[in-house]
C-alpha cells in the first residue's frame, strides 16, 4: 500500500513539472515575411529543461517542416531564412517545441510573400561646387547622390561626349564626393561623369565651361581672383603653393569622442557587455590617442557577429572651433576652409558589400553624450585623400555674426547594419583656416 502511494505521488509530482512548463514564442509577430530574407524567431521559457526545436507549421497544426533541431533553450533567439518548405503565398505559424515534449508554444500568423524586385543602383545630381564658367587650375568639388551601389566608383571629365582624362580612377563604394583642380583646354563642351566600375549606374553633370582666369587661381571658387578685384591686393603663397589673400588665421579644432553600441535586430536584449568589452582595442589604433583620448577626432563602426545577431561598436566624435580670440578687430570674414587630415583609417569591407563611408554634420544644438541631437547641413568627407580641404564660408560667417549658434561639427561613420561584418575607423586632426578683408 504505502509503495502504491509513493508510485502515485511520484507520477503526481512528475504530470505537475511537466504540465508548469511553457514556451511563449515572441517573434514573429505576424504581418508578411518576404522569401529569402532572414526573420528573427525570439522566445522565452519557464520549466523547461531540455533543448528545443522549431517547426513550421500551418495556422490549423498540421506540421509542414522543421527549421531547426536541438537548439539550446537560451538565448531563445534564432534567424531563419524564409525558404523551402514555406511556399510564397501561404500562411504559417512558427511553433517551438522542448525535445522533452514538457511544453510547446507558437507564434502569430504570418504570410511568405514573393522576394522584390531589387532596385536598380543609381547615381545623380552630378555637380560642381561654385558656377561656370570656372577656372583652370583652381580647385572644386565635385559632388553626386548615389543610392543602393555596392561597387567602387570612377570620376571622369567628358568632353563634346568623350573621356578626355580620368580624374579619380577607384574610389570606395559610397563615395559622394572628390576635389578636382580644373586641367583641359579653354572650352565650353565639359561634363563630369561618375560611375559605378563594373555596374550600369552612372551619373553626369550639366554641361559647364572652363576657361583662362586672369591674375592667379585660387585655393576654390570665391577665392582671390585678380580680375575679379577692383583693388589688387598682395598675394601670399599657402600649403599648397597656390596664391592666398594674404596669410589665414589658424583656428585649431577641439575634440570629444563619444563611444557606444549598437545591436541588429534592435529589439534583441541581453547581450552581454562582455561581447562588446574585447572588441574596442580592434579599432583604436595607438597612434589616434598619443596626446590623450580626445586629441583626435575619431569616427568608427565595427560590425560582427554574435550568435544569430548582429552587434556593433561605434565611435562619434564633435569637432567645435573656438572663434572669438581669433577675431580680426574690424575685420570682415572673406573666406573659411575647414582642412581635415586623417591621422590613420582602417577600412576593412573588401567582402561585406557595403563599403565605409564618412560624414560631417553641423550641430544645431549642443552635443552632451553619445546620442545625436539636431543637427543641420551636411559637409562631405573625402575617404580617397588623407588631406582634404572644404570651403565652409557660409556656416562660419553664420555662427560669427549670431545666425546659428556655434555648437560645433559632428563627424560620424556611415553606421548602418552590415550582416557581412564591416570594420571601418579614422582619426582626424581638423583646422579652420579664416580668411579676413
Not at 500562411?91 to 510573400?113: C, L, M, P, Q
Not at 568608427?300 to 545577431?309: A, D, M, R
Request: proline share 6%; net charge positive.
Amino acid at each position: 500500500m504505502k509503495r502504491s502511494l509513493a508510485m502515485f505521488l511520484m507520477m503526481f509530482l512528475l504530470t505537475f513539472a511537466v504540465h508548469g512548463a511553457t514556451i511563449t514564442v515572441t517573434q514573429p509577430t505576424g504581418g508578411n515575411v518576404t522569401m529569402g530574407s532572414s526573420v528573427q524567431i525570439a522566445w522565452t521559457v519557464s520549466g523547461v529543461n531540455s533543448n528545443v526545436k522549431i517547426l513550421l507549421r500551418m495556422p490549423g497544426g498540421a506540421l509542414v517542416g522543421t527549421i531547426a533541431n536541438n537548439l539550446p533553450v537560451s538565448p531563445g533567439l534564432y534567424t531563419w531564412t524564409a525558404a523551402a518548405p514555406a511556399v510564397a503565398g501561404e500562411s504559417y505559424k512558427i511553433h517551438v517545441r522542448a525535445t522533452d515534449g514538457s511544453a510547446e508554444g507558437e507564434s502569430a500568423v504570418f504570410t511568405v510573400v514573393q522576394v522584390a524586385e531589387p532596385v536598380p543602383g543609381s547615381i545623380g545630381n552630378v555637380k560642381l561646387s561654385g558656377s561656370s564658367p570656372y577656372c583652370l587650375g583652381t580647385n572644386y568639388t565635385v559632388s553626386w547622390t548615389i543610392s543602393n551601389v555596392a561597387q567602387h566608383l570612377k570620376l571622369e571629365l567628358i568632353k563634346g561626349g568623350a573621356v578626355t582624362s580620368v580624374i579619380a580612377p577607384d574610389m570606395p563604394p559610397g563615395t559622394s564626393s572628390r576635389s578636382w583642380t580644373a586641367a583641359g583646354t579653354a572650352a565650353s563642351d565639359y561634363k563630369v561623369r561618375v560611375s559605378a566600375i563594373g555596374a550600369a549606374a552612372k551619373g553626369e553633370s550639366a554641361l559647364f565651361e572652363l576657361k583662362t582666369c586672369g591674375g592667379t587661381g585660387g585655393l576654390n571658387p570665391g577665392d582671390f581672383h585678380m580680375e575679379a578685384k577692383a583693388t589688387p591686393k598682395k598675394l601670399y603663397h599657402g600649403q599648397t603653393g597656390l596664391p592666398i589673400q594674404g596669410l589665414p588665421v589658424v583656428v585649431p579644432g577641439v575634440y570629444r569622442n563619444w563611444s557606444g553600441t549598437d545591436k541588429f535586430p534592435s529589439t534583441v536584449t541581453g547581450i552581454p557587455a562582455s561581447v562588446y568589452d574585447g572588441v574596442w582595442n580592434q579599432i583604436i589604433p595607438a597612434v589616434c590617442h598619443a596626446g590623450g583620448a580626445n586629441h583626435t577626432a575619431l569616427a568608427g563602426i565595427y560590425w560582427f557577429p554574435y550568435l544569430n545577431v548582429q552587434v556593433a561598436v561605434v565611435y562619434r566624435s564633435r569637432i567645435i572651433f573656438y572663434l572669438s580670440e581669433h577675431v580680426k578687430p574690424g575685420a570682415t570674414l572673406e573666406t573659411a576652409k575647414l582642412k581635415m587630415k586623417r591621422i590613420h583609417s582602417i577600412h576593412e569591407d573588401a567582402n561585406s558589400g557595403c563599403g565605409c563611408s564618412e560624414n560631417l554634420w553641423v550641430l544645431k544644438a549642443p552635443w552632451t553624450s553619445y546620442d545625436i541631437p539636431a543637427i543641420g547641413p551636411r559637409i562631405d568627407v573625402d575617404m580617397g585623400a588623407t588631406e582634404f580641404t572644404r570651403d565652409v564660408t557660409d556656416v562660419v560667417k553664420k555662427w560669427l555674426d549670431g545666425t546659428v549658434v556655434n555648437n560645433g561639427l559632428l563627424l560620424l561613420a556611415g553606421e548602418s547594419p552590415c550582416s557581412g561584418g564591416r570594420k571601418c575607423f579614422s582619426c582626424y586632426e581638423a583646422k579652420l583656416l579664416l580668411y579676413w578683408k
